[in-house]
C-alpha cells in the first residue's frame, strides 16, 4: 500500500510556472511506475505525463516541451514542473502509482492522490 498526497497547485496567471509536488509514504516511489493526470469539468481524466521505475520520462503532447517529471529518490517525490501555463491547463491534477505496469490509462493504476487544483487565469 501507497499513499500519494499531491501539492503545489493553486491559481497562477498565464504564462506563469507551477510545480506540483506529490509526496509517498509507505512504499519507495522508485519501485512504482508513476503517472500525473489531469481532469477537467466535464472531460475524461487525461496522462499528462509519467516516470518508470527506471527513471524514463513521458510527456503528453498537449504539454510536451513546458512540462517537466522528476523525481527525488531521498524525499520520496515526484514533481510535475509545468510552464508557459494556458487557461486550458486548469483542472484538477492527479499522481498515480503502479507497481506493475507502465502506461498512459487511468486504469493502470492501482493507488491515487487526491488531487489538487491548477486554476489559470488569463
Known amino acids: 500500500q501507497v499513499q500519494l498526497v499531491e501539492s503545489g497547485g493553486g491559481l497562477v496567471q498565464a504564462g506563469g510556472s507551477l510545480r506540483l509536488s506529490c509526496a509517498a509514504s509507505g512504499r519507495t516511489v522508485s519501485t512504482h511506475h508513476m503517472g500525473w493526470f489531469r481532469q477537467a469539468p466535464g472531460k475524461e481524466r487525461e496522462f499528462v505525463g509519467g516516470?518508470?521505475?527506471?527513471?524514463?520520462?513521458y510527456s503528453a503532447d498537449s504539454v510536451k516541451g513546458r512540462s517537466t517529471i522528476s523525481r527525488d529518490n531521498a524525499k520520496n517525490t515526484v514533481y510535475l514542473q509545468m510552464n508557459s501555463l494556458k487557461p486550458e491547463d486548469t483542472a484538477v491534477y492527479y499522481c498515480a502509482a503502479d507497481q506493475t505496469t507502465w502506461g498512459t490509462k487511468p486504469s493502470q493504476y492501482d493507488y491515487w492522490g487526491q488531487g489538487t487544483q491548477v486554476t489559470v487565469s488569463s
Open positions: 516516470i518508470t521505475r527506471i527513471g524514463n520520462t
